[in-house]
C-alpha cells in the first residue's frame, strides 16, 4: 500500500529532523489538533504547545528506533496530544473527566511517562546551564552541544591558551553536574 | 592544569577521537590497566550522549517553532487568526460559505412555502388545526407523565439495589481507571455483597477480584453499569518507601462521609518489626481501613490497614510495593492484563488542601454484609 510507504519515510525524515518530513506530519496534522483543544476549552496557544509537545513524543519514539506505528500518525498525533490535554486540564483545574471529539485513539501511556521523565531531565539541564551564568554556559554549550575544539573555543573566548581554556572548562562542567545533580536529587523527594 | 583536568582532557580527546594513533594506543593500555580510568571513560561517554539527546531535543523544539511560524505565514495551518478570544470570528470565517448558503436555502424555502400557504392553504384558521395542537399538547402531557413514571422505576430499582445492611465497613481507594480498587482484605473476606460508596453518596455494586490473606489486600471491581471509566487518576502508587519523619495523610470513612487525617511516618517496619508494613502516627478510627496513606507528593506509599489498641495514635500501613506486587500477580491472568497501575502523581507541588480535593472523588467507602 503506498501511503504506507509514505508514512515511514516520513517518520525515517522526522528522525532526522529533516525539515520536509516534519513539515509535512506538521502541516497535515496539526488543524485537527487545534480542533480538538479549542473545542475542550482550550486557545490557539495551548493547541500549538500542545501538538508541538505530541511532535516530540512521536519524535521521541522514532529516535528509538521505532519506525513502525501500530497506527496511522494521524492518529497516533491525535491521541497523544488528547492524553496530554487532558493531563493540563486537570492540573490547571479545568478537569473534565472526557473530551469531545469522536476520532479513534489507541493507548500512548507508556510512551508519556517515558516522555514526562525526559522532559523533566532536560527541562532541569535547561535550568542548569542557566544558572551556571556566563561564560561558563557559552562555554559548555561550545563544547558539548556545538562540538568546537578547545583550540577554537580559546581563541573565540579570548583566553591566551588551550590549557587556560580546558581548567575553566573543568571548573564549570563540574558546577553544572553539581547544579543538575541537586536539582535532580530535590525533586525526588 | 591540575592532574583531574588533565585526566578528563584525555578521556574526552579520546571519546571524540581527536588523539594521534599512538596516544590512543598508550591510552587505551592505560584504561585497561586502570579500572578508575575505564569508569571515568564509561561515565563520561554516556554525558556526551546525554548531551548530544539533549541537543537534538532542543534543535528539534526550535524546528518545530520555525515550522509553525512559516505554516502559519504561509496559510497552511489556521493558526495566527486565532491569537485571543477570535474564535468566533475563525469559526464565522471557516463556516461563513456554508452558512451563506444555507441561509438563502431557507430564504428561499421560507418564500416558497409562504407562497403555497397563501394560494392553497385554508384562509380561515380551522378547527381541524386546533384540534391538532390540543392533541399534541395532551400527547405531551402522557409523554411527561410516562417519563415521570420511568424515573420512579429507575429509582426504585436503584433503591433496591443499594439496600444492605453492612456488617463490615472500610476504605477503598482506584488504583486503574477503568473501576479497579484497592481495599484490606478483612474488610471485605467475610462479606457475601459487596458495595462501593463514593463522597458524592453514590453506590456502586462491586466484587473481589483478588483476595491475598496474608498481606491483608484485597483487589475490588466496580461492576456497575452506572460506573463511568475515569479519565485520569491524580496519584500514582510510590514503589519506594518512605522516610522517617515524612509528612503524610489519609483520607478515609470512620463515618459516613469522607473524612481528612495527617500526621508522619513513625517507622518504617511495622508491628513487632514486620516488614510487609510501616508504622505511622495518625488519627484513625474502625473504617478508615484500606484507605490510601499519601505522601507529601501525593504518592501512595501505602495502605492503612491496623493499629496498635494498647497505644493511641500507633497506626500501621501495608506498603505500596506490596500492592504493585499484587498487582503484578493479578495481571499474570490474561482476564486482567490490561489494569494500568498510575505510577507517577500529578499532586508535586501542591497543598495539601488541593491534594485532597483531587483525591478525594477516587476514595470510596466499602461496604460489605
Redesign the interface.
Known amino acids: 500500500m503506498k501511503p504506507e510507504i509514505n508514512e515511514k519515510d516520513l517518520l525515517e525524515g522526522l528522525a532526522r529532523?529533516d525539515?520536509k518530513a516534519?513539515?509535512t506530519i506538521?502541516?497535515d496534522n496539526?488543524?485537527m489538533v487545534?480542533s480538538l483543544i479549542?473545542n475542550n476549552n482550550g486557545?490557539?496557544?495551548e493547541?500549538?504547545d500542545i501538538f508541538?509537545e505530541a511532535?516530540?513524543v512521536l519524535?521521541e519514539k522514532v529516535?528509538a528506533g521505532n519506525f513502525e506505528l501500530s497506527c496511522l500518525i494521524k492518529t497516533y498525533v491525535y491521541s497523544v496530544s488528547r492524553r496530554l490535554w487532558?493531563?493540563r486540564l486537570?492540573?490547571i483545574n479545568r478537569y473534565?473527566?472526557?473530551l469531545d471529539g469522536t476520532a479513534e485513539t489507541v493507548g500512548v501511556?507508556e510512551e508519556l511517562?517515558a516522555h514526562?521523565r525526559?522532559n523533566e531531565e532536560?527541562g532541569l539541564?535547561?535550568k542548569g546551564l542557566a544558572s551556571l551564568g556566563e561564560p561558563c554556559k557559552s562555554l559548555l554549550e561550545a563544547y558539548?552541544?556545538q562540538?568546537r575544539?578547545?583550540n577554537e573555543i580559546a581563541v573565540a573566548f579570548g583566553y591566551t591558551n588551550a590549557?587556560n581554556a580546558?581548567?575553566q572548562k573543568?571548573k564549570c562542567?563540574m558546577r553544572l553536574k553539581k547544579i543538575f545533580f541537586d536539582q535532580y536529587k530535590h525533586r525526588e523527594? | 592544569?591540575?592532574q583531574?583536568?588533565r585526566m578528563?582532557?584525555s578521556v574526552e580527546r579520546y571519546i571524540?577521537g581527536?588523539m594521534l594513533p599512538d596516544e590512543r594506543v598508550y591510552f587505551e593500555q592505560l584504561r585497561k590497566t586502570n579500572a578508575e580510568v575505564d569508569q571515568m571513560v564509561v561515565e563520561q561517554t554516556i554525558f556526551?550522549q546525554?548531551?548530544n539527546?539533549?541537543?537534538?531535543?532542543?534543535?528539534?523544539?526550535s524546528?518545530?517553532?520555525e515550522?509553525?511560524t512559516?505554516?502559519a505565514q504561509q496559510g497552511?495551518?489556521?493558526?495566527?487568526k486565532?491569537?485571543?478570544g477570535?474564535?468566533v470570528t475563525?469559526l464565522w470565517n471557516r463556516y461563513k460559505r456554508t452558512m451563506a448558503i444555507a441561509a438563502s436555502i431557507a430564504g428561499i424555502t421560507a418564500i416558497g412555502l409562504s407562497i403555497l400557504i397563501n394560494s392553497y392553504g385554508p384562509h380561515k384558521e380551522s378547527p381541524r388545526l386546533q384540534a391538532l395542537v390540543s392533541e399534541v399538547n395532551h400527547l405531551k402531557s402522557v409523554t411527561r407523565s410516562l417519563d415521570n413514571k420511568i424515573d420512579n422505576v429507575d429509582r426504585k430499582k436503584a433503591d433496591t439495589v443499594n439496600t444492605i445492611i453492612p456488617k463490615y465497613n472500610g476504605t477503598g481507594f482506584l488504583i486503574d481507571t477503568k473501576g479497579f480498587m484497592i481495599t484490606n482484605a478483612h474488610v471485605v473476606k467475610n462479606s457475601r455483597n459487596i458495595f462501593v460508596q463514593n463522597n458524592k453518596g453514590e453506590q456502586f455494586k462491586a466484587f473481589v477480584v483478588k483476595l491475598d490473606v496474608n498481606r491483608d489486600l484485597a483487589i475490588l471491581k466496580i461492576d456497575d453499569d452506572r460506573f463511568?471509566t475515569?479519565?485520569?487518576l491524580?496519584y500514582g502508587l510510590s514503589k519506594t518507601a518512605a522516610d522517617i519523619a515524612e509528612p503524610i495523610f489519609t483520607l478515609g470513612y470512620p463515618r459516613d462521609e469522607i473524612v481528612y487525617s495527617e500526621g508522619y511516618l513513625s517507622a518504617k517496619t511495622g508491628y513487632n518489626g514486620d516488614t510487609l508494613s510501616c508504622q505511622i502516627g495518625i488519627a484513625a478510627n474502625p473504617g478508615n481501613s484500606g484507605g490510601p496513606v499519601f505522601d507529601r507528593?501525593g504518592e501512595v506509599i501505602g495502605i492503612l490497614s491496623t493499629k496498635e489498641t494498647q497505644a493511641e495514635g500507633v497506626v500501621f500501613a501495608i506498603q505500596s510495593k506490596y500492592i504493585v506486587q499484587a498487582l503484578d500477580e493479578l495481571k499474570k491472568d490474561s482476564l486482567y492484563h490490561n489494569i494500568?497501575v498510575p505510577?507517577?502523581s500529578?499532586l508535586h507541588g501542591l497543598d495539601k488542601v488541593q491534594q485532597a480535593k483531587k483525591v478525594q472523588d477516587y476514595v470510596f467507602m466499602v461496604k460489605g454484609d
Do not use: C
Open positions: 529532523n525539515r516534519v513539515e506538521y502541516r496539526y488543524n487545534q479549542i486557545s490557539a496557544d493547541a500549538k508541538q511532535m516530540i519524535y529516535r487532558l493531563k486537570q492540573q473534565q473527566p472526557d501511556e511517562e514526562e525526559l532536560f539541564m535547561e558539548y552541544l562540538k575544539s578547545m590549557d580546558k581548567t573543568y562542567l523527594l | 592544569m591540575t583531574d583536568t578528563l582532557d571524540r581527536e556526551f546525554q548531551m539527546r539533549f541537543n537534538e531535543w532542543k534543535k528539534f523544539k524546528s518545530l517553532l515550522i509553525h512559516d505554516l497552511s495551518i489556521k493558526s495566527d486565532l491569537k485571543g477570535a474564535r475563525y463511568k475515569i479519565g485520569y491524580p507528593n494500568k505510577l507517577t500529578g
